[in-house]
């Protein structure tokens, strides 16, 4: 199959291509670096020309309330030139549990994408995957003072970023799930916990302390965030991929 793969020269599409590509498929990664825009929909049409499935992993460059209107755009042009092309799957990636968390808008800005594909005129699959380990850090750096760093105690799933590329892969190679795979690490840490594993594995010296009002991880409200029943986990450990990275 050709499958076009937008946004698929960064974390997780990068990642995606070669799974497809060892696969036996043609996957060729889109991007604003190879002159597709998804908000102006420059390139677009040319993107998705002769692909069977389009897989969608482009993201806001904000969260904040820009993000609505990111995904709005970009989800209509690609949207719009998929059904032109005569494309039979479309696939987006998504967050797990991303519609229990009103009060964070980059999170309905993702269930406004999700709502416009179920709304479309392709066939689709939503695969919703759990906090990324690569993204550990980035959490940390918010909410640290240098020699602190606050942490609510929310729980959180992680899961490498190779399975997240997998599952998607697995999902834009097969039939059409009109509806959501969820996927998520084996294992589950409240957050301030996985910042202590973190910086003790790394040998930081930071302090952190369980703070239930610092960071966007706090607007979550119970473990909405980790895998429901049902499923897939991938087989990564949290600290096996640290010893690695």
């Known amino acids: 199959m050709k499958i076009a793969v937008i946004g698929g020269t960064g974390l997780i599409g990068s990642r995606v291509v070669r799974d497809l590509t060892a696969a036996g498929h043609e996957a060729v990664p889109h991007a604003l670096s190879t002159g597709v825009d998804v908000v ?11 692909a069977d499935v389009v897989v969608n992993l482009t993201n806001s460059p904000t969260f904040d309330d820009a ?9 209509d042009n690609l949207l719009a030139a998929s059904a032109k092309a005569g494309v039979g799957h479309f696939v987006v990636l998504s967050i797990v549990g991303v519609d229990q968390v009103p009060d964070l808008v980059y999170y309905r800005a993702k269930v406004l994408q999700e709502d416009v594909l179920r709304a479309g005129p392709v066939p689709y699959s939503i695969v919703r995957a759990t906090q990324f380990m690569e993204f550990v850090d980035a959490v940390l750096s918010w909410t640290s003072d240098g020699t602190t760093v606050r942490l609510p105690r929310t729980p959180i799933q992680p899961i490498a970023a190779a399975d997240v590329a997998a599952a998607v892969a697995e999902v834009a190679a097969g039939d059409p799930l009109n509806g959501v795979r969820d996927v998520g690490g084996p294992e589950v840490f409240t957050l301030d916990e996985l910042g202590r594993i973190t910086l003790a594995a790394k040998g930081d010296g930071r302090t952190v302390v369980a703070d239930d009002t610092a960071g966007m991880f706090a607007e979550v409200k119970g473990d909405v965030l980790t895998a429901p029943a049902g499923a897939v986990i991938a087989a990564t450990r949290y600290r096996d991929w640290l010893a690695k990275a």
């Open 67 to 75: 993000s609505p209107a990111f995904f709005q755009t970009s989800m």
């Open 40 to 50: 102006t929909g420059a390139g677009v049409d040319d993107a998705v020309a002769g």
